[in-house]
């Protein structure tokens, strides 16, 4: 009987697609670089091509920096749930849309008081027209 031995270990597969296909697929979505990924994800080109060829899986805090510069959720990045691949555009607008939100804590209490009640009223009515409450309300 005969051994042989491969050249290589077999790449082995997590999940329906491995770690490094995600990392290469959402940012590409996105027309992000490996060099742009490694700037925004605070590591090196080196270590995101090396998760990229599934070399082996990057430590918690890789993972975390990689979804967070990528802006999804971990558990998308670890192939749990579907990532939702945003344009850079809309990123950009999010981001903008949230540091407007932000500057309601740089208003004096009483200023505050009335957006935050202004923003819970929003929130209720848009719950109440999802749930077709609105619409039995008003007799329609």
Same mark, same amino acid.
């Given at each position: 009987?005969?051994? =042989?031995?491969?050249? %290589?270990?077999?790449?082995?597969?997590? $999940?329906?697609?491995?770690? !490094?296909?995600?990392?290469? =697929? &959402? #940012?590409? @979505?996105? $027309?992000?670089?490996?060099?742009? +990924?490694?700037?925004? @994800? /605070? =590591?090196?080109?080196?270590?995101?091509?090396?998760?990229?060829? $599934?070399?082996?899986?990057?430590? %918690?805090?890789?993972?975390?920096?990689?979804?967070?510069?990528?802006?999804?959720?971990?558990?998308? *990045? +670890? $192939? +749990?749930? #579907? #990532?939702? &691949?945003?344009?850079? /555009?809309?990123?950009?607008? @999010?981001?903008?849309?949230?540091?407007?939100?932000?500057?309601?804590? =740089? +208003?004096?209490?009483?200023?505050?008081?009335?957006?935050?009640? *202004?923003?819970?009223? *929003?929130? @209720?009515?848009?719950?109440?027209?999802?749930? !077709?409450?609105?619409? /039995?309300?008003? !007799?329609?």
């Amino acid at each position: 009987m005969a051994f =042989t031995i491969a050249n %290589a270990m077999p790449r082995k597969k997590y $999940g329906k697609t491995w770690f !490094g296909e995600r990392l290469q =697929t &959402i #940012p590409r @979505a996105r $027309g992000w670089t490996r060099v742009q +990924l490694a700037k925004a @994800a /605070e =590591t090196t080109q080196q270590s995101v091509s090396y998760y990229e060829i $599934g070399a082996g899986l990057p430590p %918690a805090p890789a993972v975390i920096s990689s979804a967070q510069a990528l802006n999804v959720t971990t558990y998308q *990045l +670890l $192939g +749990l749930e #579907p #990532p939702k &691949i945003l344009r850079a /555009e809309d990123v950009s607008e @999010a981001r903008r849309r949230w540091e407007k939100f932000q500057m309601i804590s =740089t +208003l004096p209490e009483r200023h505050q008081k009335p957006v935050v009640r *202004l923003i819970n009223s *929003l929130v @209720a009515a848009s719950s109440m027209r999802k749930n !077709g409450v609105e619409g /039995e309300r008003n !007799g329609r």
